[in-house]
């Protein structure tokens, strides 16, 4: 009886940990569209520390791949200091969507070193 109660109340904690971190992850994709002018932002994590953000349909779609890349340095710094969690990488991917078909390409951010 003990354990099982155990084990329920380390699935709870579990699943307000994942739910606390699915409203951290919506809070940053608020806060990059604003901090960028981006209107169609999307985030994702994956290994449970790595970020993946979309810009879809953004102006910088046809930009130059240095101009994406200093984009995406500027994403993975702003996602480091602002995202409350433990952060390995950050990719940014730059999708251009119509109808069901899109294509974009994706930038490893270099946030530079933190002060």
């Known amino acids: 009886m003990l354990l099982g109660a155990l084990a329920l109340c380390a699935s709870c904690q579990k699943f307000a940990e994942g739910r606390q971190?699915?409203?951290d992850l919506l809070a940053l994709r608020d806060q990059l569209g604003?901090?960028?002018s981006e209107k169609v932002v999307d985030v994702n994590i994956s290994g449970g520390n790595r970020i993946m953000v979309k810009f879809?349909?953004?102006p910088l779609e046809t930009?130059?791949?240095?101009?994406?890349q200093k984009r995406a340095d500027e994403v993975a710094a702003f996602v480091m200091s602002h995202y409350k969690h433990p952060v390995s990488s950050v990719a940014t991917q730059y999708v251009a969507k119509n109808g069901p078909l899109s294509a974009g390409e994706t930038f490893v951010g270099r946030?530079?070193?933190?002060p």
């Open 21 to 23: 971190m699915f409203h």
């Open 34 to 36: 604003k901090q960028f």
């Open 56 to 58: 879809i349909n953004s």
């Open 63 to 68: 930009a130059t791949r240095e101009v994406k």
């Open 111 to 114: 946030p530079g070193p933190t």
